[in-house]
Antibody, heavy 117, light 107 residues
C-alpha cells in the first residue's frame, strides 16, 4: 500500500534551518510528484511547493521562494524539504503528499511538527 | 493566485442529516477541484477529486458537483465519523490553494 513516512518532530531556534524527510513506498516513486503543505496553529492549509520525483522539476510558492529547497533521493525514494531562516511564524505541522500529473494529492504523510522558539 | 472561498465556516448537524458545503473559486478552474476531510491530529484525506469523482474507498454518501467557479460537497446522511473539518482545494494551477475549511459539529 502507498505510504509516506515523515521524519520526527523538530524544535529550532529563530534563524536556524530545518530539513524534513518524506520516505515513499508502495508505488513507483518516479511517476509522481511530492507536494509539501503546512498548517500553522489556528491557520488554514498552505501549499509550499512540489517536486517531481524523476528529473527533479520544482515549483515553489512565491511566499517561500528563496527560503525553501526541495530535493529527492531516488535511490531511497525519499524527498526532503529544507526551510531556512526560520521564524516563529514557521511553527506548523508540515505534510508531504503524493501528487499525480493533475496535481491531485491523494496520499499524505503523517505530518512533522516543527516548532520555532 | 486563485482564491478559494468556502461556506459556511462551520455548521451544526445531527447524524442522518444531509449536509452541503460550497466552495467558490476566484476564477474558472474547470473541474480541478478536490475535497478533503481533516480529523483532529490527522493528515487530510482525499474524498473527491476532479469535482465529482469519488476517491477509492470513500463511502458513496459523499458526492461532489460543480464546474467553473462554483462547487458543492454533499454528505447524504451524516455519520458519526463525519464530524470533522472539510477543505476544498484547487489543482488547476500552482500555487495550489485551499479553502478556509468548514467544521461540521454535532448539533
Amino acid at each position: 500500500q502507498v505510504q509516506l513516512m515523515q521524519s520526527g518532530a523538530e524544535v529550532k531556534k529563530p534563524g536556524a534551518s530545518v530539513k524534513v524527510s518524506c520516505k515513499a513506498s508502495g508505488y513507483t516513486f518516479a511517476n509522481y510528484y511530492i507536494h509539501w503543505v503546512r498548517q500553522a496553529p489556528g491557520r488554514g492549509l498552505k501549499w509550499m511547493g512540489m517536486i517531481m520525483s524523476s528529473g527533479g522539476t520544482r515549483n515553489y510558492a512565491q511566499e517561500f521562494q528563496g527560503r525553501v529547497t526541495m530535493t529527492r533521493d531516488t535511490s531511497t525514494s525519499t524527498v526532503y524539504m529544507e526551510l531556512r531562516s526560520l521564524r516563529s511564524e514557521d511553527t506548523a505541522m508540515y505534510y508531504c503528499a503524493r501528487g499525480d500529473t493533475d496535481r491531485v494529492t491523494d496520499y499524505w504523510g503523517q505530518g512533522t511538527l516543527v516548532s520555532v522558539s | 493566485d486563485i482564491q478559494m472561498t468556502q461556506s459556511p465556516s462551520s455548521l451544526s448537524a445531527s447524524v442522518g442529516d444531509r449536509v452541503t458545503i460550497t466552495c467558490r473559486a476566484s476564477q474558472s478552474i474547470s473541474n480541478h477541484l478536490n475535497w478533503y476531510l481533516r480529523e483532529p491530529g490527522k493528515a487530510p484525506k482525499l474524498l473527491i477529486y476532479a469535482a465529482s469523482s469519488l476517491q477509492s474507498g470513500v463511502p458513496p454518501r459523499f458526492s461532489g458537483s460543480g464546474s467553473g467557479t462554483d462547487f458543492t460537497l454533499t454528505i447524504s446522511s451524516l455519520q458519526p465519523e463525519d464530524f470533522a473539518t472539510y477543505y476544498c482545494q484547487q489543482s488547476y494551477s500552482a500555487p495550489l490553494t485551499f479553502g478556509g475549511g468548514t467544521k461540521v459539529e454535532v448539533k
